[in-house]
């Protein structure tokens, strides 16, 4: 029973990701520009651009070339970038993508260790000063806009205290307290945001939680403050959450490019937008088709984690 | 407990003729619910058929089907002579009307934006009729309502006796035959639930209505009906006239519930030696039990209750049980 | 009881070790953006150990509130304000620290809630619902209490506890959650267990199961309990005495066959009248009570059931009526100027009578 619900979920899985990669591969062929004038640059003959044109297959049929395009994928070929140097487009995405995955982890874990206890004590005494407090100092921090956090924490962190560097990026594999020590502010910077919108959606979900009966009934059994708020409330109160640290996670890897910019990192933002910028529409192809990959999974993650949440759940799909 | 036969069907006046009603629909987890498993039963002319039982027995989704909210599975459901199942919608839409339905929650079963006086006057509406406003005015009074007071307000301005005669009133502009009430006394106070009791009975009269009652108080269910029938997991277990529930209800069921009604003006009188059944869980509707539904929980129940299914037979005047032990 | 307040000395002295529970002048206000909410406004009543007490009332009349009142889960702050005073065994509820309150609930009082449906964590085991308690106030072993709640769940009836205390809630019907539930309010074999309408959720069949249940378990472990209800055939079968609760006042308190058979406040008797009964035939008109209960925003004055009541007069509106005993029968007290039922014989040997089936 359980085997067949997986087996239907990957089915489903697969399904989305046929999609989600011909969307991709339409859109990208719909960007304006020409990708044989990327290539010679400006002044050839037009005959020597159709040339080109033919070189890279563009005068296929749209379906024909996307079939291809899937097939090469599937093997882990990306293709060539049409510019110079000319590299593989899945050697320079590998080497992007850690840092940006990095980046998204850990702010979405420093977002969550932050929002946990502010959504808890928000919500335990909901409408009190504290409450207020911290519901203003989250629309503050949505409010401002993420170069802004940055350029300050810059400011703040690496200038004025010099407690951290900026501008530089070290590989894990130089050592993990050297990469951490690197990272710690770029991931900061994206955690403001996400703390502020985790913290909002948890304290709301938390409010409805603790007026369940069964709070009371943990309470009337003499179970303490903590208590509650961790075993028994926490859990049921996550769905919200736990949506939307899924979504956060997937639009974090593709777009952290101004934390990118501000810090100088090699992530998949830099990648994207170099490569649009250049006319490279391999590179901005395979960097995509990576983030949807990477997002529709993350989610599907998510989706199954919700019967671990709530075991009415686990029942319905079984 | 069966349910399966017609004998107690009548012959004339029928307004309201159900017949082998079934409605199954699927589960969440897979399987198929039996909310009622082949029932029949009629209504006739100024009559008020109570519904009994406990819940997940089918009362509700028997009520539902007779409105075709959603049509049942299978059956027949004839509103004076006109068959309801399986017509068109447009069809159903004009068959229908002469039948209402009043609900258990009064106050979410009205939207919560409008005004009574346009509550009130939805039905015809909808229709495509004018309704003029002494009409209204005088339907809000026989439901006891001030038309001068309540107009203007919507249902939160209201309490729970209000907006059920708001329902009431709602119900009584499309001039039906037949009323259908589910629960509707279930989620008030003792006190306004006597009013809307009362008010059920006069609008009864005025109107010349018939109605079918659905619940689960027993007590309740006496005071309004003139039969009674008793249902168990989507099966019939006993039709009795309402007079004669407390002392002449045969079947094993019948004779549980009223066992198990707590009476508040007779303090202390607690049998403990009477049938009681055995604690054993109401088994589950996707999987019925064969035979008699209720063997799994009957301290009567032998091996043919378990192969054959009981069948109504007479037990007396317009009074019908569906038992294999039941002494007839 | 040394610190028992002195005004209620005489109750005290019914009992000889006194009484497990005085509630005097209780007031709780909550505190609405809408107003002052006075959903308890001024009840005094006593509890012994081991004695059932049924506060029946129609909703809004601050029943359930004062139940809560009395456990200590409402207590003063932002929302709400408290005065009079709980006595719960000596200890008076409302100045307790919130860790001594603690350390009462679950231990030596325990809670029945209305809907099993929703008392129980839908994400946690039917076994941490009971060890959880268990670990808290008795600090037993991870095992122990596995053990404890094993015993527990067959105490309460529910077969095969070994594969039930597996099991999430919604595995389990209404009526064997009820079960879990009251398992859980005994875990620890609490003095005064508060049943808020207990049964309400329940078909009527497994209502009755429940309240056997209870009553075995009362005896079985000699607690007190006040059983909360609207349902006047549940509490008259059931308690010993009977508060009858009306606009956050109690009218009425009484033995409960005195009080079903003599009610002597109008609200009681319009009560008792309105209720359908079984051994009546169909059709008869019910004496439903007119009007609604009053808006304890802004509760009327005098007495609170006047402007519904068919014997009201003129001293009703001006004055509010107080808890006076009827003459000969000391028990039996009420809050009426012009009172029904009072050369109705009261029952010969009330308290044989009463004690029921127990």
């Known amino acids: 029973m359980a085997l067949r619900t997986v087996l239907k979920r990957l089915g489903e ?66 293709g060539t970038s049409i510019v110079p140097p000319y590299v593989d487009v899945a050697d320079r995405i590998m080497g992007a993508l850690p840092v940006s995955v990095e980046l998204a982890v850990l702010g979405m874990g420093m977002a969550l260790l932050f929002s946990l206890p502010l959504a808890m004590i928000s919500a335990h005494r909901a409408g009190g000063r504290l409450d207020r407090l911290i519901s203003a100092g989250t629309f503050g921090v949505l409010s401002v806009p993420s170069f802004l956090a940055g350029l300050l924490i810059i400011m703040v962190f690496a200038n004025q205290l010099g407690w951290f560097p900026r501008a530089e990026w070290s590989r894990l594999s130089e050592g993990l307290g050297q990469n951490l020590y690197h990272a710690f502010l770029p991931a900061l910077t994206i955690a403001l945001a996400e703390t502020a919108m985790f913290t909002r959606v948890l304290r709301n979900d938390l409010i409805g939680t603790l007026n369940e009966d069964f709070i009371l009934a943990a309470k009337a059994k003499g179970m303490g403050t903590m208590h509650i708020l961790f075993s028994d409330a926490l859990r049921p109160s996550s769905f919200s959450l736990v949506t939307l640290m899924g979504i956060s996670l997937g639009r974090l890897i593709g777009s952290t490019i101004i934390v990118e910019y501000l810090f100088a990192l090699p992530g998949m933002g830099s990648l994207i937008i170099g490569a649009a910028d250049n006319g490279d529409f391999v590179m901005v192809q395979g960097a995509v088709l990576v983030i949807a990959v990477i997002y529709v999974v993350v989610n599907a993650l998510i989706d199954i984690s919700y019967g671990y949440l709530d075991p009415r759940i686990r029942r319905a799909h079984v | ?54 819940s997940g027995c089918g009362k509700s989704s028997a009520g539902r089907a007779l409105m075709q909210l959603p049509p049942p599975t299978a059956g027949s459901v004839r509103l004076q002579g006109a068959e309801l199942t399986g017509t068109s919608r447009r069809e159903l839409r004009g ?61 939160h301005e209201l309490s729970g006796g209000q907006c059920q005669r708001v329902c009431i009133a709602r119900a009584l502009m499309l001039d039906p035959e037949l009323l259908i009430c589910d629960e509707p006394v279930s989620s008030l106070d003792v006190s306004v639930q006597a009013q809307i009791l009362n008010l059920l009975e006069e609008t009864k009269r005025r109107y010349r209505l018939s109605m079918v009652f659905i619940a689960h108080d027993l007590a309740v269910v006496k005071n309004i009906s003139d039969r009674i029938m008793v249902m168990y997991l989507g099966k019939v277990c006993e039709i009795v006239p309402s007079g004669a529930l407390k002392e002449s209800a045969r079947h094993p069921y019948t004779r549980l519930l009223l066992e198990s009604v707590p009476e508040a003006h007779l303090p202390g009188a607690r049998d403990e030696t009477s049938i009681s059944a055995t604690s054993a869980e109401l088994p589950s509707p996707l999987d019925p039990p064969s035979g008699c539904r209720f063997r799994t929980r009957c301290p009567l129940a032998t091996d043919v209750c378990a192969s054959e299914e009981p ?4 037990a007396g005047e317009g009074h019908y049980v569906a038992c294999h032990h039941a002494d007839l | 009881m040394t610190n028992a307040p002195a005004l209620l000395e005489e109750q005290a002295a019914a009992s000889p070790s006194g009484p497990l529970l005085v509630v005097d002048e209780l007031r709780t206000t909550i505190h609405t953006p809408r107003g002052d909410l006075r959903a308890v406004d001024g009840v ?101 209490a596995r053990d404890r709640a094993l015993e527990l769940l067959a105490q309460v009836g529910i077969p095969d506890p070994r594969r039930r205390i597996g099991q999430f809630p919604h595995e389990m019907s209404g009526g064997m959650r009820q079960r879990v539930v009251i398992a859980m309010a005994l875990a620890n074999e609490p003095d005064l267990l508060i049943a808020d309408e207990p049964t309400t959720a329940l078909d009527v069949t497994v209502q009755r199961q429940i309240l056997d249940l209870l009553d075995r378990l009362q005896d079985e472990l000699g607690m007190a309990v006040i059983l909360i209800s609207h349902n ?79 014997y009201a007069q003129d001293d009703c509106v001006a004055t509010m ?35 029921g089936g127990r």
């Open chain 3, 44 to 144: 005094s009543l006593t509890l012994d150990r081991g004695e059932m007490l049924g506060i029946v009332g129609e909703s809004g009349s601050g029943k359930s509130v004062l139940g809560r009142t009395i456990m200590g889960l409402h207590t003063t702050g932002p929302t709400t304000t408290i005065q009079g005073r709980v006595a719960f065994d000596g200890l008076d509820i409302q100045q307790l620290e919130p860790a001594r309150l603690r350390e009462l609930w679950g231990d030596r009082i325990g809670m029945v809630f209305q809907d099993p449906m929703t008392a129980l964590n839908p994400v946690k085991k039917i076994g941490v619902h009971l060890t959880e308690t268990l670990r808290k106030h008795r600090g037993l072993s991870r095992a122990e």
């Open chain 2, 95 to 155: 068959r229908r009307a002469g039948m209402q339905m009043i609900f258990q929650d009064p106050v979410s079963s009205l939207n919560p934006r409008r005004r009574v006086k346009d509550l009130v006057a939805e039905g015809p509406r909808t229709r495509g009729e004018k309704v003029d406003e002494a009409r209204i005015r005088e339907v809000l009074t026989a439901v006891g309502l001030d038309p001068d007071v309540v107009w203007d307000r919507r249902p």
């Open chain 3, 232 to 310: 006047l055939g549940v509490v008259a079968g059931r308690a010993d005495r009977v508060a009858v609760m009306y606009a956050g006042r109690v009218v009425e308190t009484a033995e409960a066959a005195s009080l079903f058979r003599a009610p002597h406040h109008p609200y009681a008797e319009a009560l008792l009248d309105a209720i359908p009964r079984l051994e009546l035939p169909p059709h008869l008109r019910l004496d439903a009570i007119d009007g609604a209960p009053p808006n304890m925003l802004r509760p009327p004055p005098g007495c609170r059931f006047a402007p519904r009541c068919r």
């Open chain 2, 1 to 54: 407990m069966a349910g399966t036969g017609t004998l107690h069907l009548r012959e004339s006046d029928q307004v309201l003729s159900v017949e082998e009603l079934v409605v199954e629909f699927p589960a969440k987890g897979g399987g198929t619910v039996h909310a009622v498993s082949g029932i029949s039963f009629d209504v006739v002319d100024g009559e008020t058929l109570g519904i009994l039982g406990e």
């Open chain 3, 321 to 355: 009526p107080t808890l006076a005993a009827t003459p000969g029968v000391p028990d039996h007290r009420f809050a009426c100027f012009h009172p029904v039922h009072l050369d109705a014989p009261e029952p010969a040997a009330p308290t044989a009578d009463t004690a």
């Open chain 2, 311 to 314: 069948r109504l037979r007479p």
């Open chain 1, 13 to 78: 899985l697969v399904l989305v990701l046929l999609i989600v990669s011909f969307g991709t591969f339409m859109l990208i062929s719909l960007m304006p520009g020409d990708p044989a004038v990327s290539i010679l640059g400006e002044g050839h003959s037009p005959a020597e651009y159709a040339a080109v044109r033919a070189d890279l297959g563009l005068n296929d049929p749209l379906f024909e070339r996307y079939l291809h395009w899937l097939g090469e994928a599937l093997s882990g070929n990306l």
